[in-house]
């Protein structure tokens, strides 16, 4: 299991993890997350921390098989590497796959832009 989740948009850099830290950056719009919340404008401003988000997210076409597919390739991870994941802002779908990452597989997650 990795050590941590970190959700992040690209739209604000690309993380630099620190020197010698093992690491997974995973872009989630190429995992097949393609369903952006952020083009309803009744959730723009809301954040993945919010349920109706997630449930937005959730609606991706395939969502169960393409999330399965995301927590089985993390599982294996060795328990010192950090996830990074990344979408557009940072604001919602990174944010809602780190949060259920994080219950799935008992790891903490950070969102570095999810202010921003």
């Known amino acids: 299991m990795p050590k941590e989740i970190i959700s992040f948009g690209y739209r604000h850099g690309t993380p630099r993890p620190p020197i010698g830290e093992r690491f997974v950056m995973i872009d989630v719009r190429s995992c097949g997350f393609k369903r ?3 083009h309803d404008r009744t959730l ?3 954040r993945g921390t919010d349920v109706r988000v997630q449930e937005d997210v959730k609606k991706t076409p ?5 999330y399965a597919k995301l927590r089985n390739a993390l599982s294996p991870l060795p328990e010192d590497t950090v996830v990074y994941l990344g979408c557009t802002g940072g604001h919602h779908r990174s944010v809602t796959l780190a949060i259920l990452l994080s219950k799935d597989l008992s790891v903490p997650c950070d969102h570095r832009d999810i202010n921003k």
């Open 36 to 38: 952006n919340p952020f």
């Open 44 to 46: 723009r401003y809301l």
């Open 62 to 66: 395939g969502f169960d098989v393409i």
